[in-house]
């Protein structure tokens, strides 16, 4: 079985990482992978929220829904 070409975007995604973190153990690699992905997943949920409501959030335009 062939091996699959590594795409070299995600290789240089990889060492930008790893040069600004500077991991020195997992602990290290555990808080970096935290601070990349906490913004990430926190906008995807904002963005959940903001569709199952069907509005923005402080948003004052008037509503059909009955659930304000």
């Given at each position: 079985?062939?091996?699959?070409?590594?795409?070299?975007?995600?290789?240089?995604?990889v060492?930008?990482?790893?040069?600004?973190?500077?991991?020195?153990?997992v602990?290290?690699?555990?808080?970096?992978l935290?601070?990349?992905?906490?913004?990430?997943?926190?906008?995807m949920?904002?963005?959940e929220m903001?569709?199952?409501l069907g509005?923005e959030?402080?948003d004052?335009?008037?509503k059909?829904g009955?659930?304000?």
């Amino acid at each position: 079985m062939a091996r699959r070409k590594r795409d070299p975007k995600k290789d240089a995604l990889v060492q930008a990482i790893l040069n600004q973190y500077q991991p020195e153990n997992v602990g290290d690699m555990q808080d970096a992978l935290k601070d990349i992905f906490g913004p990430m997943f926190e906008s995807m949920l904002q963005g959940e929220m903001k569709d199952h409501l069907g509005y923005e959030s402080n948003d004052r335009q008037e509503k059909e829904g009955t659930n304000r």
